[in-house]
């Protein structure tokens, strides 16, 4: 049962935010959006995953993991369908910045209900697990919205977005399901993220190493297709690139076990993602787009091997905060450096120095991901 319901959840970690980018040109259509809006209706909530992070810890230290993950999959929910009821652009906004916060309140919880649910050998496996379900929500969100959902809805965008949000509310009613709560804190939990903890910082530019690599290929893959007269291809493209996180998630529910916690396939995997970041701008056809698909693949088993580590690395009390840090810091450079190389890209009008700004800094944090110390912390006090 723990494990259904951590994949529900992991669910709505990603369909509210990516089937905006499969509705936002009939949006964009009714609603008279300019493009900057229309690419804020994706650019906005990950922008409120790194602010929200610190309202989501101080709520798991008032209230618990579980009453937070609930009542942040209620504030999913909410914020979702009045996208669909918006009736003009100021409603519209408001309502992604609301659905935004409740996603990045619920990225902390889950890391920090895992040791109150699982017993220590499962906690690798418990991430493993909403991850999968995170990265399926990614794959379902881009790819089911236009060709099955929306039609059977009138292909009304407003009753596509309604429907994918509100079985959010019947998730957060299941958490109250009776599971053993393992782990319970005697006193009230800090929230503050410890930044004097190396951990905060390392494992959230490492967060925003993967987060980069895979927002900002998705976000100029486009572009880079157009300016290369191969635009054809990009549905194609897209397709393999947002299944390829589906495998590393299956692939990480067989090996989570094994290698959650190994510095050296941490390093392994972020220098392969870089190299074939380099290799898709290098090369042009499908050969950039394997490269792309590789890219998306390592990257993916790379965010889960760091997002399944606080709950290995310090205690119960301490994961929602060293979560929170880590997503603090790695969702506002996955926001930064994407924009900053959309900055370059517009300057010279080459598209691949929004990629190459991409691959500077991950070559930049590589480092950091051997000086990792991932021994186990005792408690903090």
């Not at 990516?18 to 922008?47: K, W």
């Not at 939990?189 to 900002?216: H, I, Q, Y």
């Not at 190389?341 to 120095?353: E, N, Q, W």
């Not at 950091?368 to 186990?376: K, P």
């Amino acid at each position: 049962m723990a494990a259904i319901l951590l994949w529900l959840a992991g669910l709505y970690l990603r369909i509210p935010l990516l089937v905006a980018p499969a509705l936002a040109p009939f949006i964009a259509d009714e609603l008279m959006l300019s493009q900057a809006l229309t690419g804020a209706l994706t650019t906005l909530p990950v922008l409120m995953l790194a602010i929200g992070s610190m309202p989501g810890s101080l709520a798991i230290s008032r209230f618990g993991p579980r009453n937070t993950l609930a009542l942040s999959l209620v504030i999913v929910a909410l914020g979702s369908a009045s996208r669909g009821l918006a009736p003009d652009t100021f409603v519209l906004m408001a309502a992604s910045a609301v659905m935004g916060l409740g996603i990045s309140m619920m990225q902390p919880s889950l890391p920090a209900l895992l040791p109150r649910w699982l017993e220590a050998r499962h906690l690798a496996m418990g991430s493993a697990i909403y991850m999968n379900g995170m990265l399926m929500g990614e794959f379902i969100g881009a790819g089911v919205t236009l060709p099955l959902v929306m039609p059977a809805l009138d292909n009304s965008w407003r009753l596509t977005l309604l429907a994918w949000s509100l079985p959010a509310l019947i998730v957060a009613g299941l958490l109250y399901l009776p599971i053993r709560d393992r782990n319970r804190p005697v006193a009230r939990p800090a929230w503050l993220p410890d930044w004097t903890n190396p951990l905060t910082l390392r494992l959230g530019l490492l967060l925003g190493c993967s987060g980069s690599l895979f927002f900002g290929v998705n976000a100029y893959m486009a572009n880079l297709l157009e300016q290369r007269d191969e635009l054809a291809n990009l549905a194609d493209a897209l397709f393999w690139f947002n299944l390829a996180q589906v495998a590393a998630s299956l692939v990480m529910l067989k090996m989570a076990r094994a290698w959650v916690g190994r510095k050296n396939l941490i390093l392994s995997v972020a220098t392969i993602s870089l190299m074939s970041l380099a290799g898709m701008i290098l090369s042009t056809g499908w050969l950039s787009i394997a490269f792309a698909v590789c890219m998306s693949f390592t990257a993916g088993i790379m965010l889960i091997l760091l997002v399944a580590l606080p709950p290995l690395l310090v205690a119960s009390a301490d994961t929602g905060r060293l979560s929170a840090g880590n997503f603090l810091v790695g969702y506002t450079l996955s926001f930064a450096v994407p924009m900053v190389g959309g900055v370059f890209a517009d300057a010279t009008g080459d598209t691949r120095l929004a990629l190459v700004t991409i691959l500077v800094f991950g070559v930049l944090v590589l480092p950091v991901a051997w000086s990792l110390d991932l021994r186990r912390q005792a408690a903090s006090t």
